[in-house]
């Protein structure tokens, strides 16, 4: 039988790729470690979810922005990212369990940030924050694991949840109902990592830290966080 459109996109969103490396026997091993006790398909992506949200530490100072240091097996060996690397990681998992999974990007203002991640940036405009896409039950369900709960605690910020059924995208309050984070705009879906694309829109946005093409930010957000 000849595949329909929608198997063979559906087929697309399950194959390993140079970032999402979805047979590295450490994803492999980690998404069955973390999946172990859960029985459906929503179940599992729930609970890799959560162990990539508070497993591996938010850092948008550590960025390796070389093909090794995007690819998800990196992120889980070194266990801290910022944004992308672990939606990388995440879409990495789920295939390693036979959940589809895409990466959706997006520009965003009112970002988690630090004052002096803002002052460095020279700017309040945050490009490709990054998401992963889940197949779930027949719909693609937003997932978005950037900010662990410690680090949301510190910004009094309610961590992002994500139930398996509704789109966890961004914090749209405080928990003193003051706006927080909003989309600019949707950079799309995608199947692997854009890496060049991402890299551009970084010298674009962010000369200052982009020397020689490699992102350069000294310092720690958790050391800002003490100091603001």
């Excluded at 990007?105 to 490009?127: E, Y």
């Excluded at 978005?144 to 398996?164: I, K």
Aim: hydrophobic share 40%; aromatic share 12%; charged share 25%.
């Amino acid at each position: 039988m000849t595949p329909t459109n929608e198997t063979l996109d559906i087929a697309e969103y399950l194959r390993p790729t140079d970032f999402i490396d979805s047979e590295c026997p450490d994803i492999v091993q980690y998404a069955h470690a973390v999946t172990g006790r859960a029985t459906t398909d929503v179940e599992k992506a729930v609970a890799l979810y959560y162990a990539v949200r508070d497993g591996i530490r938010y850092d948008p100072y550590t960025v390796d922005l070389s093909i090794n240091g995007m690819r998800a097996s990196s992120t889980l060996r070194r266990g801290s990212a910022f944004c992308v690397p672990k939606a990388v990681l995440l879409a990495a998992a789920a295939r390693a369990i036979r959940i589809p999974s895409r990466l959706g990007f997006a520009d965003v203002k009112n970002h988690l940030a630090s004052d002096r991640l803002l002052r460095l940036m020279q700017t309040d405009l945050f490009v490709f924050h990054g998401y992963a896409e889940l197949f779930l039950e027949g719909d693609w369900v937003k997932a978005t694991p950037a900010f662990d709960s410690s680090l949301c605690e510190r910004f009094n910020v309610a961590p992002l949840e994500f139930d398996g059924y509704n789109d966890s995208v961004f914090q749209q309050y405080d928990r003193e109902g003051s706006r927080f984070m909003h989309y600019v705009c949707d950079r799309g879906r995608f199947s692997d990592l854009p890496l060049e694309e991402m890299r551009a829109a970084f010298q674009q946005h962010y000369p200052a830290l982009m020397a020689g093409a490699a992102y350069n930010l000294p310092g720690s957000l958790e050391h800002d966080i003490s100091t603001d």
